[in-house]
């Protein structure tokens, strides 16, 4: 596609179900990135994925995230057991090569879990 | 990560100067970098530098960095409407990694 695309873009859960959030990259990019916006901070990164392996997921806060990018395109963010707390934008990148800062970012999916 | 730090909030008059400023404090950093984010959309780069340099000037948008003071700022050149936005501060903590300030939001005032 011509950029990178996340849906939904807006999602609104129960506190304690189950999310997934997509992130769709450019075509032919290699390098995925899973960032979290929550209200009036900068972004904070997730994981970083090359192709189909996620080679640094430090950055997930606790085991209820995984991220999975199963064919080394589209990447998927799961959430389970949502808290209020997980309230967030939930920004996708993804960038030709490893390069952080080559990389170009989706609009985003913003999560509430009321 | 790093700690990046940023003044949260900055008016300006259309057609004078912004310039917004940032901290950052791992002295290893490589790159730093500007990123623009208005209503509703992803994070852009504006402009990045790379550490042995003091200046970079692109356009409407000048860099200055001060290795000493592990200081950077943006400086845009006769703002315009079209500026307002959150601008945020960013060290590559690594190869894949950004730590990211918690951003300047820009109001331009007519």
């Known amino acids: 596609g011509a950029g990178v695309s996340q849906t939904p873009s807006n999602k609104v859960t129960e506190k304690g179900k189950y999310v997934e959030l997509r992130c769709d990259p450019i075509?032919?990019?290699?390098?995925l990135y899973w960032y979290r916006q929550s209200l009036g901070q900068g972004p904070e990164f997730l994981i970083y994925?090359?192709?189909?392996?996620?080679?640094?997921d430090s950055g997930l806060p606790n085991d209820r995230f995984f991220a999975v990018r199963p064919e080394g395109s589209v990447s998927t963010l799961k959430i389970q057991r949502t808290e209020r707390g997980d309230s967030a934008v939930y920004l996708c990148?993804?960038?030709?090569?490893?390069?952080?800062?080559?990389?170009?970012f989706g609009q985003g999916t913003r999560l509430t879990v009321v | 990560g790093e700690d990046v730090e940023q003044s949260l909030f900055l008016s300006v008059r259309e057609g004078d100067s912004s310039v917004i400023n940032c901290t950052y404090t791992?002295?290893?950093?490589?790159?730093l970098y500007w990123y623009k984010q208005e209503p509703g959309a992803g994070l852009q780069l504006l402009t990045y530098?790379?550490?042995?340099?003091d200046m970079k000037q692109d356009q409407r948008l000048t860099v200055l960095l001060n290795k000493k003071d592990k200081h950077l700022s943006l400086r845009i050149a006769d703002t315009q409407t079209g500026d307002s936005a959150i601008y945020f501060c960013?060290?590559?903590?690594?190869?894949?990694?950004?730590?990211f300030g918690a951003g300047t939001t820009v109001t331009v005032r007519a």
């Open positions: 990148a993804s960038s030709l090569g490893r390069g952080a800062g080559k990389a170009f």
């Open positions: 075509s032919g990019h290699t390098a």
């Open positions: 994925f090359q192709g189909t392996g996620a080679a640094d």
């Open positions: 791992d002295s290893s950093s490589t790159y």
């Open positions: 530098i790379f550490s042995n340099m």
């Open positions: 960013a060290e590559r903590y690594n190869d894949y990694k950004l730590s």
